[in-house]
Structure formats: C-alpha cells, structure tokens
C-alpha cells in the first residue's frame, strides 16, 4: 500500500477521535495540519511572490525598481522591534490606501448598486398576472430592514413589519444552516469513501 | 457523562448510516436542477476551442465536495473539446487544481500546452482578478511549471478575458465574490461558480442580480451534473449515504423536540 495512503487513513482516525474526547494523538494530528498549512502556503509563496516577481528580477535581470517594494517589505518587519514599529505604518498605510482606492468603487457597485437595481423589480409580469415571486422579495427586504431599523421603537405596524422581517431571517438562517449540515456530511462521506476505497479497500 | 454518552450513541449512529448507505451501491435518478442544467446548457452551447478559465479557489479540506464537482465541470469540457486555463488564487487549491487538470486531460487524451495550461498560484488575488483583465502575461509570465507563455501554443492569440468565454470558480470560500466584484463589474467577464452546498445562500443575491451566470452547488450539484453527463462519478455515489444521514439528523431533531415539550409540559405541571 502506497504510504502516503497509509498517513493520511491513519491521520483521519487521528483526527475522529477527537469525537470521544479531546486527547494527544487528536492534537499531534491537529497539529500537523496546521504546521504542513502554513508550511506549503509559505513555500507557495516564497516561490511564486519573492522568488519569480521580485528575487530574480531584482538581482538577477537587474529591474532595479523592485528595490522600493523590497524596502517596503522590509519596513514590515520593523513591527518587531518597540523602537522600530513606526516605520511599518508606512508599508501598511500604503496597503490600506491602496486597497480602499481600489475595494470601495468595486464593493459599492457590485454590492450595493447592483443588488439595489435587482431588488427594484416589476410586480405585474409581462401577462399582466401578478409575481409572487417579485412580491415575496420586496416583502422580504422591507420588512428585513425594518427589523434593522433601531431609530424607532418596534411598536404598531412598524413592530409588526420588523416581525415578518424576524421570519424572514429565520428561514435565511435555516436555509444556510441545513446547507451547512449538507456540506459537513459530503466532508464525512468523502472522507469515508477513502477510508473505505484507498486505505482499506473494501470498496474497488 | 451521561451526556457524553449520549453524544457517543449519535456520532456512531450517523458513522453507521453513511458507511452501512455508502456500501450500498443505488444512484438515485437525480432531476437537474435548473442552476446545473443553466452551467451544462452553457458548456454544451460553446463551440470547440472555445477557452474557459478555471480557479481553483479552495482548501484541501473541502475536496470531498469540491472534487467532484472540479471533475464533472473539466470533463464536460474536454469532451466539448474547450480549452481550459488552470489557476489557483488560494495556495492549497494549486496543487490539487493541477493534479485534477491533469487526471481528466490523461482521461481524454489532451495534451499540455495544446489543449490546457496551469498558470498556477497568485496572491494578492484581488490584484491578480484586474491584472488578468489588461494581460495574462502580466500576472502569470510563467506558467506552474516555469515556462514561458509565449513558449506555449495554446496561449498564442489569448490575451485577457477578452479571449475568455467564461470564469469557472471553484470555491468554499468567498474567493467567488471578488471574481464577481472585480471581473464581472469591472471587464463584464462571465463568472460561474462550483461552490461547497455551505457557501450556496451566500451567493444567492448575486445569482438574483445577474452578476453570477450560474452555480453548481455541493455534492447534490455534482451529482445532477454527473447524470446530465452520463458519467458516474463520486458526487452520485454519495448521495445515498447524504440522504440517508439527512433522514438521520431529522429523526433526531424530531426526538429531540418531543423530549423538549415533554419536558416543558412537566414542568408547567410541576
């Protein structure tokens, strides 16, 4: 049997046995896990970011620009040391700047104005029926931002909307939760399939 | 103790019924829903030597649902005869993407460079999704395994998304929505998601609006894609032992409230 198999069927019963109770072979496996995580995403990284876009060009064919982004770099580190912390606010207030200049016409637009215009939609079709499915969502976002709406007391019609919006949240919630019950049943089943299939090969 | 217990008699109870089910080899005759039937319509409508970007944008832990869904999308795309770009924006996806790639490329006698690249991993994928919009080249130079684009003859004449008919992203996160935010509102580029059953209603609003073209969702998905396919895969395979657990938990929630309002009723008497 390939021993690759063989770790990772016996690291899988590691893991379960954290089911009985919290005990050493569970966290030397947790462990594991979490240290081969970080050490490919680092080696990932080091490969594919510092390598490939900035050691080999920088020193190699002499794009003598890239010196700035590895200051800047270098700054981060700065974060070490009490007397030297400052420097790394210029790296991160250029992160920051940066990243808010290019996330907040993205997010505002792709979030906000786009779902604005979807949520405003006729309530007669073409036929000249009514859409219940238009009305299910206009009920649905007025009476959900009426429950998020603390300016006023919940009382009367305003109370009475906010709890519509209540139900509403509440099926969203069990919508997400019993998908979520459906995605950590698929992890189970994969993961039995392989311990039936590849390591103890019951299954062909 | 008595409680410890208890919770033993129920995780060996749901091990029972998935392993005892998925022994049991029965397909049910899964209808498509209309999310998978809209993705294979349009992966069925592509002319040959089309091109389709697909992310791997996923970690090693989601595989059992994510593979199968990765190996039903790439295969109706090889049989179709369209050309895959492979990349991943999530470090642990790029191994698993490639090695998929790969699986189903050998399975229909595609070659490397002709048929399929694997441009591999980026970080900072925000800036990766823009880049990938003005020139590939720019944010991917090399491919993964370090050779130049321009080397490869399958990239001749792509540039950007341009040249792209469709982004297929293949999360358990929210790595989809960044696809949608920056290269469907800003280059208007078609985005398709596989995604983990957890993450569906997440997606929902952007499914409403237009801005995601369609979703195959969880192991349920795979499996309808599967069948619309005709190819057996693990996505069918598991839905016995998904149903079966389901039935489970739902048996439990209903004796979990009997005793609730028995215990309630109790006490209001007492």
């Known amino acids: 049997m390939n021993i690759g198999i063989i770790i990772a069927g016996v690291l899988t019963l590691a893991i379960y046995t954290f089911l009985y109770k919290d005990n050493p072979v569970y966290r030397a496996a947790e462990s594991l896990l979490i240290g081969l995580s970080i050490g490919y995403a680092l080696v990932i990284f080091w490969q594919t970011t510092l390598m490939d876009r900035l050691f080999e060009p920088l020193f190699g064919d002499g794009e003598l620009l890239l010196i700035i982004p590895l200051i800047l770099g270098l700054l981060m580190f700065g974060r070490f040391g009490r007397k030297t912390s400052w420097l790394s606010r210029i790296p991160i207030a250029l992160m920051i700047g940066a990243g808010a200049g290019v996330a907040i016409p993205a997010m505002l637009y792709a979030r906000t104005l786009k779902q604005m215009s979807a949520s405003v939609m006729p309530l007669v079709t073409a036929g000249g029926g009514f859409d219940i499915g238009g009305l299910v969502v206009v009920a649905g976002l007025l009476s959900t931002l009426a429950y998020f709406y603390f300016s006023r007391e919940h009382r009367g019609l305003m109370g009475g909307v906010a709890r519509v919006g209540t139900w509403f949240l509440m099926i969203f919630f069990g919508a997400t939760f019993g998908y979520t019950v459906m995605s950590r049943l698929s992890t189970l089943i994969g993961r039995v399939d392989f311990l039936l299939t590849d390591f103890l090969h019951i299954l062909s | ?270």
């Open chain 2, 1 to 270: 103790m008595e409680r410890l217990k208890i919770r033993w008699i129920i995780f060996a109870g749901l091990l029972l019924v998935v392993v005892v089910s998925y022994l049991i080899d029965f397909r049910f005759g899964s209808r498509p829903s209309p999310q998978v039937q809209k993705c294979y319509d349009y992966i069925e409508s592509l002319p040959d030597s089309a091109v389709v970007m697909i992310s791997f944008d996923h970690e090693a832990s989601s595989l059992p649902e994510i593979q199968p869904i990765a190996l039903a999308l790439l295969r109706h795309a090889f049989r179709k005869d369209i050309k895959i770009i492979g990349l991943s924006l999530f470090a642990e996806g790029t191994a698993i993407g490639y090695r998929l790639l790969n699986k189903v490329a050998g399975e229909y006698g595609k070659h490397y460079g002709q048929d399929y690249v694997f441009l591999g991993f980026k970080p900072q994928y925000i800036s990766a999704i823009l880049g990938l919009g003005e020139s590939i080249r720019d944010v991917f130079p090399e491919d993964y395994l370090g050779r130049s684009l321009d080397s490869l003859p399958f990239m001749d004449n792509i540039i950007s998304y341009e040249q792209v008919a469709m982004v297929i992203s293949i999360a358990d996160g929210d790595r989809t929505v960044h696809w949608i935010e920056y290269g469907n509102a800003r280059y208007g580029q078609e985005i398709m998601a596989g995604l983990t059953a957890a993450m569906i209603t997440s997606y929902d609003p952007y499914l409403a609006s237009g801005q995601l073209f369609a979703v195959v969702g969880g192991l349920k998905g795979a499996a309808e894609y599967e069948s619309l396919l005709g190819q057996p895969g693990k996505g069918g395979r598991g839905m016995l032992a998904q149903t079966s657990a389901h039935i489970y938990v739902i048996i439990l929630i209903i004796i979990g409230n009997i005793i609730y309002f028995r215990n309630r009723s109790r006490q209001g008497r007492g």
